[in-house]
């Protein structure tokens, strides 16, 4: 017997909200996939070829200080240089494309009452926020990691209350940066600490996933490198390439604990989604009169 659909809009608790986005992931797994490849696709390989080169050039100098060769040592240009900033930030966008691609699904499915979307719907909903994601996206990361470099609590708040801005965008359909700003605060309030707890867990389960499977594709990749090449830096590339696409695929499971709990913490404001359940009763009984109506003539 298949499973009841996810409502989103729901209030939930700390469980609640964990067990959804793991049924809400199972029941939706191929179609959410097929979405995540073909429009995010192009991103993650490109972030991952990128953080292959990065690891490859790191290996390389590793093995020159270990065997003495060459004029290659470990200095901070070596370590931070140009492909060192250019694969942070293509990672950086590459994690807002792959939360705008989960909000956008989870908007798509919730308009269609809990049927699974396409991906050109998927597609739609993206391409006419993602640019907005991302300019909003890096204004709040900087003042994370202001709040991190300061003291980590204060970017651990921060963190938390602007989380949920995507969905704030694409579900609200609000693209002012004092109406968001504001809405994070507004949702966040005394909600705070089951907020922060559930991005941990979830920061944690996806961040752990990623690293096992990673380096067990990876792992075996390497060794077929290695007894192919000899050649370390080959093998350091192609962990850290599919590592950093395990990672992608993996962060939807963070998106999609933040999706749920916005739509728990929107719900205990508003009550939109147990308004429009109780119309729906409503209009339920009301056909079912005028049936029995109709039979009776």
């Known amino acids: 017997m298949a ?31 097929r979405s995540f490849f073909l429009i995010c696709g192009i991103f993650i390989l490109t972030v991952a ?59 798509v499915y919730e308009d269609k009452n809990n049927i699974s979307p396409t991906v050109e719907e998927v597609w739609n909903v993206f391409r006419q926020n993602i640019l907005y994601l991302l300019f909003y996206g890096l204004l709040f990361t900087i003042l994370i990691v202001i709040g991190l470099v300061f003291c980590i609590a204060p970017g651990l708040y921060l963190y938390t209350v602007f989380a949920p801005f995507g969905y704030i965008i694409i579900m609200e359909n609000d693209k002012n940066l004092g109406n968001i700003f504001g809405r994070c605060f507004v949702l966040i309030k005394e909600n705070f600490w089951p907020s922060l707890g559930l991005y941990l867990l979830s920061g944690f389960i996806y961040s752990t996933c990623a690293s096992i499977v990673g380096l067990v594709v990876g792992g075996i990749t390497g060794l077929l490198s290695y007894f192919t090449t000899k050649d370390i830096s080959i093998v350091a590339a192609s962990v850290g390439g599919i590592l950093q696409i395990f990672s992608s695929a993996f962060s939807i499971i963070l998106y999609l604990a933040i999706g749920m709990q916005y739509f728990s913490l929107e719900e205990k404001q508003n009550g939109t989604g147990l308004m429009e359940r109780i119309q729906n009763m409503g209009r339920s009984q009301d056909d079912e009169d005028r049936a029995t109506v109709f039979i009776k003539d």
């Open 49 to 107: 070829i990128l953080n292959g080169l990065y690891t490859s050039n790191i290996a390389n100098i590793y093995k020159h200080m270990l065997t003495g060769s060459g004029a290659w040592g470990m200095t901070p240009t070596s370590i931070y240089n140009g492909t060192y900033f250019l694969t942070i930030a293509v990672t950086m966008m590459t994690q807002m494309i792959v939360y705008a691609l989960v909000a956008s699904y989870m908007k």
């Open 3 to 33: 499973s009841e659909k996810i409502q989103l809009r729901k209030v939930r608790t700390f469980s609640d909200a964990l067990n959804d986005v793991l049924q809400f992931l199972k029941q939706e797994f191929k179609p959410l996939l």
